[in-house]
């Protein structure tokens, strides 16, 4: 096989490759980088949601300190910025065009910005969670109600995080 040959049949498997809307030959598997894309794009939506309907909820809860309601929609307006900000980074990494160490640095730097966010955002969520808590001093059932959804949202967020960490460990890895 010539040289000419072979530029010629690899174009044309890469042309293959890239004229499946998925990138993926028969369009039935998504890659591990599609997948975190879409989970980084849903988890983007969710926030946005739970920022708007998050007051009202604590509003009938009888939560009505502006701080706090203040702090949630921060919270949550950066989760969905940076989720936003991951899916689209995500997306743009392109398997058949770029070479191999341009996508293993873009993912892991996907992957650095995902867990620089954890390190801020918790200590951001535990404080106000606590300021929440002594803020409704006077009911000592919706303390209970914080510290159960606080415990649910551990346990949930811990298994979510290890789902993304495996994911980006797939794409890593192959």
Not at 86 to 101: C, E, G, Q, R, T
Request: glycine share 8%; with cysteine; net charge positive.
């Amino acid at each position: 096989m010539e040289l000419d040959e072979m530029k010629s049949s690899w174009n044309s498997a890469k042309n293959n490759i890239n004229s499946r809307p998925d990138g993926c030959p028969g369009g039935k598997r998504r890659t591990a980088l599609q997948r975190l894309g879409d989970k980084y794009r849903r988890f983007s939506i969710f926030s946005i949601i739970m920022a708007f309907c998050g007051p009202s909820i604590m509003q009938n809860a009888g939560i009505d300190s502006p701080w706090i309601i203040a702090g949630y929609m921060i919270l949550l307006a950066g989760a969905a910025l940076t989720d936003h900000i991951l899916a689209n980074s995500i997306k743009a990494i392109d398997l058949s065009a770029m070479p191999v160490a341009e996508v293993l640095e873009r993912t892991l730097k996907c992957r650095k910005i995902h867990l620089l966010w954890l390190a801020v955002a918790m200590p951001f969520a535990i404080f106000w969670c606590a300021v929440m808590a002594y803020d409704v001093h006077a009911d000592i059932y919706l303390f209970y109600g914080i510290c159960a959804g606080g415990v649910v949202g551990l346990i949930v967020g811990i298994r979510v995080l290890f789902r993304f960490l495996r994911d980006y460990r797939d794409a890593l890895h192959g």
